[in-house]
Every structure is written in structure tokens, then in C-alpha cells.
């Protein structure tokens, strides 16, 4: 007779700190781990195939921490109850490493197995061959640290938890697998149900052919295309309609560049449109996609409503110092209202701290997108050593400083020195951004575009308010942002005092009041403007410099090609244009 034995597994998805060092966790989260619901499924898979045997019950507990608090007692009670026990920190980013060691040391000091896998490890592992503070802290602690993907070595890992013999090192960064016809990534519903849009996420490829320098990705991901098939998305969709799930962030750090995005796009578009089911996607792109025919077209026939883009800059300066050679100022505005002429909403991300910025430079330049592109929702970051970049390399060996605290590699705060700003200067600049560009009258001109594009404009407000009370009411980047913010006294940053119930818990809800009526206030104010353009008669047939039809032959007249760097830049592309053509005319053969 076989006797089972328990083993319990605990896939614990980090938050990060505040500037107070509390958590930020909500009571809705915002975008959902992929990780975490990735090794989730390979875990249910390693279960339902038995693979540690017969004798063993594995019991698996998902928490992502943005919409969950962590009670690191109870635990270490169920983990001594059981068989054998792990508890695997997911996904890691360079930001949320603090935390994953706060959430470690006692359990660890408890007899706890504890893992760490993510960006933080596999960067530091690709880039600096482990040279990194943080990483060295948590192997002295004795936790196993895991760098690259898990499809493939579940069972390893698993098994040798199981046996208690955890490696210190699991080093897969030379042998990036494939993930096709691989367990898929999968989140049950109660936890789908945590976060503010009922949201789920999947990756349909890896990897990304692009050299960023900024960019982390194409060194923890590797620069060739991996990806799912389309019978993969397709029982990835089904598995979550099934559970009243309809929504989905396409995780890819450009699903333009998955070269199996056709297959992938016509097998929802039958879904959709023959099939008659019902949902959509946010997805992240590159600023060249709208060349590849009939792309655009299937993202919005398959269910595309809001896209990510890395505009990054209208500098070309600043793009070519960032190895961002792929876009192409000249086509930022033709991209962009292909994306409108398919009902499909925007979103921008916009880098400040390039070497040749200054204050009056970055808000000239704002004043220009807003002017002239008619992008929905821009965002902005601080430029951002991340561990894991060639920018972060590059600073590592020449021995910049840069600040030793982790916490802070969020997009959100100044980690390292400009050459023309103070630290007060950048911190204000960033500040600065956000309200030049969510100004009341802008808000209106967004909400215009929208309505003659035949967006919902309600939609735009939503996400106006979202974007602009971020960073003003609650101090955190919108990407972080959620519904209701919570805090846990207990949860507090390691070395920080644990305030008083008596002190802690007024101040909270005085706090929560506060937010929330100012979280009214902007609503309101943005949603009179939004009233104002939905009772214009001739909203639809509304236009400005940035909705007008793009001639090649005027594009100089824009502000957007006036600055020397630009103008230097056109000329390098009529040079480069002008030599490529008496290449292939036939006069020159």
C-alpha cells in the first residue's frame, strides 16, 4: 500500500515598496503576472501527470502580492504540517528583489525552502555574470536562485525540492527553450477576479530582434522569435472563456516581431467572427508594425481595442543613442492614425532623461506630440539603468554610480546621474510631464480625436483620470496602479519601524478618504469635458494638424522635423534613400 505524502508548494508573485516602505497592493490589482500564471501552468502540469509519483499530493497555492496579503506566519505553520513544502518567488523584477527577501528571511530562518526566479536574476546572470549586491545577499541566505525559463525543467526543480536538495544555482541562460505545444499559462478565475478590469495575461512569443540599450528583455528573453502555436492561444482562450474570463494583456514585448502573428490573429478572428465569441486584447508593438499589410487590420478584426507602443522619444538623437533605430519620426503619425482608423486606442511610452535632454527640451517636446501625433495615452519614464540592460553594463563596469537600492529600478525614480540635470531638476521635469500633457484642454483634444475616430470616449476617460491621478494621488506609476489602495502595518519594509495601530490606522483612512475624493474631483472635471464633446453635433467629423491626412510632401513643415537634430536626421534618410534608389534604377546598371 502506498502511503501519500503532502508536499505543499507556495507560487508567490511579489510587490515592491512604497517611498513609506509599505507594500503597494490594492484592493484591485492592476495587469496580472504572466509568470506567475506560466509556472502555474506548468505546475498543474507536473501534478496532473504525476510526475513526482504516486506517493506524492501536491497541493499548490498561487498569490500574486498586488491584490493579496502575505502572512509569512501562517506560512511557515503549513509548510511545517506538510511532507515536504517550497516557496517559489515568481518572476522577480529588479524592484520587487527587496521584497522578495523581506518575504524570505524568515522563512528561510524557519527551514523553509525558498526559490527566486525573473528578471533580477536572469538579467544579472546574462549581463554581469552575477555581479550584483542584492544577488549575492540572497545566496548567503541559502536561497536557490533560478535564472531563465521553466518549461522544461519543472520536473527538475520540482524533484529536487521534493527531496530536499535544492540546487543554489539553476542556470538555464544558454538554453532558452522552445514553448510551443509546452503547458500553457493559465490563472483560475478567483484570481483573475483581483484585478480591475477582470484581466488576464498570456505570452504568445518570446524574444525580440531589436538591440534597445535601455532593454532588458532581449537579454533574459534572447533577441530570436519563440513562440506559441496557434492551437496554444487558441486552448488558452477557451480555457478562460470557459471561466467567464474575456479579457487579455498579450504579454510580448512586441507581438508585431512573433513571426507566427497571422495564423495566430485568423485563428481569433474565426473565433470571433464565425464562431460568434466575444473578447478582447491589449497588446505592445513596435512603431513600424503598421507596414506589415494587413496587420492592424486582423489585430482589430482578432479583438485588439488598446495597443502599447514604444514611441520612446521624437528626438532621433535620443533614439539613436538608445540603439532605437527602428523608429522612424517620419512614421509616428501615419502609425498612429492607422491604429485610429481601426477604433483601436493608444498608448504611448515616452523616456525622459536621454543625455541631450533638458527641462525646456522635454516640455517643447510634449507640447509637440500633443500638437502634431495623435496618440491617446502617453506615458512617461524615467530613463532607467534596469540590471539586466546594456545600459546597466555599461554604467557596472565603467563604475558610475548608480543608486544601491533596488527598490527604486521601478521606471518611476532618478537612480542615476544626467549630464545636464540635478537630481531636483530631473525629479521635477518628471513630475512636470505628466501635467503638461494631461492639461484639461488636452484631455478634450483626446477625447475629440476619439469620438471622430469612433472610439468610445467614455473609455478615454477612464483612462485619462487613471494615467493623470497615478502619479498625483497616489505617488506610484500608472502601470502599478490599482482600485482602493491597501496597506498592511505589519508588511513594512526590513530596517523600517512598524508604526503604532493607534497612529497607523487613522492616518490610512484619513489618507484613503483624501485619495478618493481627489480620485472624484479628477474624474469630474475630466468627465465635463467628455460631456461637453459627446453633446457636439459635428463630433465626428472632427480634425486637427494631427488627425490631418499625412503628405509626404509638407512633413518638413511639422514641428516634429524642426529641431537640428531632426533636420540632421531627415537628411541622413533623403542621403540613404536618394544612394538606394540609383542603386536599383535602371540607369545605374
Not at 536557490?144 to 521534493?162: K, N
Not at 478567483?190 to 532593454?215: I, K, M
Amino acid at each position: 500500500m502506498t502511503l501519500t505524502k503532502r508536499f505543499r508548494l507556495y507560487l508567490i508573485k511579489p510587490s515592491h515598496y512604497d517611498d513609506d516602505g509599505y507594500v503597494i497592493q490594492w484592493r484591485l490589482s492592476p495587469i496580472p503576472s504572466n509568470s506567475l500564471a506560466s509556472v502555474h501552468g506548468l505546475v498543474r502540469d507536473v501534478i496532473d501527470r504525476k510526475a513526482l509519483g504516486a506517493e506524492w499530493a501536491v497541493e499548490v497555492e498561487t498569490v500574486d502580492e498586488t491584490n493579496t496579503e502575505i502572512d509569512t506566519q501562517a506560512i511557515i505553520t503549513d509548510c511545517r504540517s506538510a511532507d515536504g513544502a517550497l516557496v517559489m518567488l515568481i518572476g522577480v523584477q529588479s524592484n520587487q528583489f527587496p521584497r522578495a527577501l523581506d518575504i524570505a528571511r524568515p522563512l528561510k530562518a524557519a527551514g523553509v525552502q525558498v526559490a527566486i526566479g525573473g528578471f533580477h536574476v536572469s538579467g544579472v546572470i546574462s549581463m554581469l555574470n552575477g555581479e550584483d549586491a542584492d544577488f549575492q545577499k540572497a545566496k548567503d541566505m541559502g536561497i536557490s536562485m533560478f535564472a531563465g525559463e521553466m518549461e522544461g525543467r519543472t520536473d527538475e526543480v520540482m524533484a529536487d525540492a521534493v527531496a530536499g536538495a535544492l540546487k543554489p544555482l539553476y542556470n538555464f541562460m544558454n538554453d532558452l527553450p522552445g514553448i510551443e505545444d509546452t503547458p500553457v499559462p493559465f490563472m483560475p478565475v478567483e484570481h483573475v477576479s483581483r484585478t480591475a478590469y477582470n484581466l488576464t495575461s498570456f505570452d504568445a512569443g518570446r524574444g525580440c530582434p531589436y538591440q534597445c540599450s535601455f532593454c532588458t528583455i532581449i537579454n533574459v528573453q534572447g533577441r530570436k522569435s519563440r513562440r506559441r502555436s496557434p492551437d496554444d492561444i487558441e486552448k488558452i482562450i477557451r480555457l478562460n472563456l470557459a471561466q467567464g474570463v474575456h479579457r487579455y494583456f498579450i504579454t510580448d514585448d512586441n507581438f508585431a516581431r512573433n513571426k507566427d502573428w497571422e495564423p495566430i490573429l485568423d485563428r481569433l478572428i474565426h473565433m470571433r467572427e464565425v464562431e460568434g465569441l466575444s473578447f478582447n486584447f491589449i497588446i505592445q508593438v513596435d512603431t513600424l508594425c503598421h507596414r506589415i499589410p494587413n496587420f492592424i487590420e486582423k489585430c482589430s478584426r482578432a479583438g485588439v481595442t488598446r495597443v502599447f507602443i514604444g514611441l520612446e522619444n521624437v528626438n532621433p538623437a535620443n533614439l539613436k543613442d538608445a540603439k532605437k533605430r527602428q523608429n522612424k519620426i517620419t512614421e509616428y503619425r501615419v502609425m498612429l492614425q492607422a491604429w485610429k482608423q481601426w477604433r483601436v486606442i493608444t498608448y504611448a511610452g515616452y523616456i525622459l532623461g536621454f543625455p541631450t535632454d533638458t527641462p525646456e527640451r522635454i516640455m517643447h517636446d510634449i507640447d509637440v506630440v500633443k500638437r502634431e501625433l495623435p496618440v491617446d495615452i502617453l506615458e512617461f519614464f524615467f530613463l532607467t539603468p534596469l540590471p539586466g540592460s546594456e545600459d546597466h553594463q555599461k554604467l557596472h563596469r565603467a563604475g558610475v554610480a548608480m543608486d544601491a537600492d533596488l527598490n527604486k529600478y521601478d521606471l518611476n525614480h532618478y537612480t542615476t546621474g544626467h549630464p545636464t540635470m540635478s537630481k531636483a531638476q530631473f525629479e521635477k521635469v518628471y513630475a512636470d510631464a505628466w501635467s503638461r500633457y494631461y492639461t484639461l484642454d488636452h484631455v478634450e483634444t483626446i477625447m475629440r480625436r476619439a469620438a471622430a475616430s469612433h472610439i468610445s470616449t467614455s473609455q478615454i476617460l477612464l483612462l485619462c483620470t487613471w494615467f493623470m491621478g497615478a502619479l498625483k494621488i497616489e505617488g506610484v506609476h500608472p502601470l502599478e496602479v490599482g482600485w482602493i489602495r491597501r496597506k498592511s502595518r505589519l508588511n513594512r519594509r526590513s530596517g523600517m519601524p512598524i508604526e503604532p495601530a493607534l497612529l497607523f490606522y487613522p492616518r490610512y483612512y484619513a489618507e484613503l478618504g483624501w485619495k478618493l475624493a481627489r480620485w472624484g474631483w479628477l474624474y469630474f472635471r475630466f468627465g465635463l469635458k467628455q460631456l461637453k464633446v459627446e453633446r457636439d453635433e459635428n463630433r465626428h467629423s472632427y480634425t486637427d494638424l494631427a488627425m490631418s491626412p499625412v503628405d509626404l510632401e509638407n512633413e518638413n513643415d511639422l514641428e516634429l522635423f524642426k529641431s537640428s537634430d531632426a533636420l540632421a536626421w531627415l537628411d541622413q534618410q533623403k542621403r540613404i534613400s536618394d544612394a538606394q534608389h540609383n542603386i536599383t534604377s535602371p540607369a545605374a546598371e
